[in-house]
Structures are given as C-alpha cells and as structure tokens.
C-alpha cells in the first residue's frame, strides 16, 4: 500500500492527512511536505492520522521532524486519531509526550481551542506592558 | 497444524521491504494470524532488515529470512554478511530525544514486540532469531514479554 499525503490550513494551524503506510519505503515522500510546511512557517501542525494503517521507526523520523520544525517556529505539533497500531509505536518511542496525542478530534479540539486563548491571553499581556 | 521453515534471500543493500515481508505475512495469515500480530511482524521484519541494509558490506553474499509459523509463535532467523551488530546491546530502554534515530527507535521497537532476541557471531555472518508471540497467546501473566 502506498501512502497519500494532504496538507490543508484552518484555523487551528496546518492538518497533514496521512493516509497508508509510513515505512521506510514511502518515509521519503513526507519530504516535500517538510519542505512545504519550512515554507509555510508552519506553527502548529496537526498530524491526522486517523487512517495511517502503519508506522514504522523511519516514518516515526519523518514526524519528528516535522515536530523539531513546529517548535523552531514556536509552535507545536500535534498528533490526532492515531489507530492501534501507530498508537502502539508511539508508545514505545515515547517521542512524542502522552498530552500530544488525540484520541478523538473533539479532544484535539478542546486542546487546540486552549492553544489559541493561551496563545491570544499572552499577546494581551505583552499589549499591556 | 505446524508448517515448515521457509525461507528468501534478499540483497540487503536493495531490498523491496514489501518483498522481504510478503511471503512470511502470506503464512502468517494462513495460520490465522491477524492485526495486530501481523502488522508486529511487519514491523520486526522492517526494522531488521532496514538495520541489516545499514550494516551491509559491498560484495557480501545475499542476506537471508528464515521464519517459522507454529500456532501461537512465530520465530524469525536474519542471516547476513554484514559488520558484526549485535541488536540487544544496549539495553537501555529508554531513549533521550537526541537517540530518536530511526536505527535507535528500530531497535527498541524489536526488543518491546520480540518474546526472545538471540544472537550469534558465525562464519563472518550475523545470525539474529526473534521468537514472536502474538499478545493474545502470551501467558497470562504477561511476565515473559520484555
């Protein structure tokens, strides 16, 4: 199975579809969207991973990359729906902290709206001093 | 029913993971293995034989699988001409973000997915068996899976 990639922007930051398998044969496709999202200055980035059937270590590098990239930019990157088994190896890697991984969008909702007022209460302070 | 061990030769050094793994998924599933047993056996195939590319020396001989389906277990053996690489060592499991390289991560990923890792230095080849148990036909203790 070959893996299909969608980058789409809304107002909670960058959604990266990620369809298929995420292996070391089809790890190096995520390049074109690192390069895309360096373009972009993408802040928050949102991995939907709800219909990636696999993921392996090398895939696992890709998407740290993308979170180095996030953070660079002050921001964070987010990962959203993950099945079984991308969740089990997130688990064991344990890159990516328990409170960034989304079981459901209304979860991941709930999180990125907390992002924003956060993000939105600090820019307010920093108009007051 | 048990089967016999089968057996494929790749070159580690341009091996088609999908490949590599078809024969032993095709068996696994005929043995009623199913997710996510099979995509764990996906995963321990992947993450080897991507380790056994990395160690390849140019000209050696084609690195081999061997695999074994019995009812509730699985057992793998790599064999291969590379550098000596010994995957158990280190044991330290837990890893510091500037260790998240994909061969790091690989290597943790069979150690937590694999019952047992043996290895052994023969004839300048590197021999890695894996036993594989699915976690539903692990003992109810759970005591042996690392």
Not at chain 1, 58 to 66: D, F, K, S, T
Not at chain 1, 83 to 100: F, G, H, M, S, Y
Not at chain 1, 106 to 127: G, H, N, P, R, W
């Amino acid at each position: 199975m070959s893996l299909n990639l969608e980058i789409n922007d809304d107002a909670r930051g960058t959604i990266v579809k990620i369809e298929g398998r995420l292996d070391s044969d089809t790890a190096p496709q995520m390049r074109p969207v690192y390069d895309e999202l360096l373009d972009r200055r993408a802040r928050y980035i949102v991995l939907d991973c709800s219909r990636l059937e696999y993921l392996s270590s090398a895939g696992l590098q890709r998407m740290l990359q993308l979170k180095k990239l996030a953070e660079a930019n002050g921001g964070r990157l987010v990962i959203s729906e993950p099945t079984p088994q991308v969740r089990k190896v997130l688990d064991i890697i344990k890159a990516v902290p328990v409170n960034e991984v989304f079981a459901s969008q209304q979860e991941l909702d709930a999180y990125l709206d907390l992002m924003q007022k956060s993000v939105t209460d600090s820019s307010d302070d920093d108009v007051g001093l | 029913m048990d089967r016999p061990a089968r057996s494929l030769e790749y070159q580690a050094d341009d091996m088609d993971l999908e490949a590599v793994s078809r024969g032993l998924l095709e068996d696994a599933a005929d043995a009623g293995y199913r997710d996510p047993a099979l995509a764990d056996l996906r995963l321990i195939v992947e993450e080897v034989v991507t380790n056994v590319r990395k160690h390849a020396q140019a000209g050696s001989e084609p690195a081999r699988i061997e695999w074994w389906v019995g009812p509730d277990t699985v057992q793998l053996r790599f064999v291969d001409g590379g550098i000596p690489f010994d995957p158990r060592a280190p044991s330290d499991e837990s890893l510091q973000a500037a260790d998240h390289t994909t061969g790091k991560m690989g290597l943790l990923l069979i150690r937590k997915l694999a019952q047992s890792i043996d290895y052994d230095r023969q004839d300048g080849r590197n021999e890695l068996t894996i036993v594989y148990v699915p976690a539903s036909a692990a003992p109810a203790t759970g005591a042996t899976r690392p």
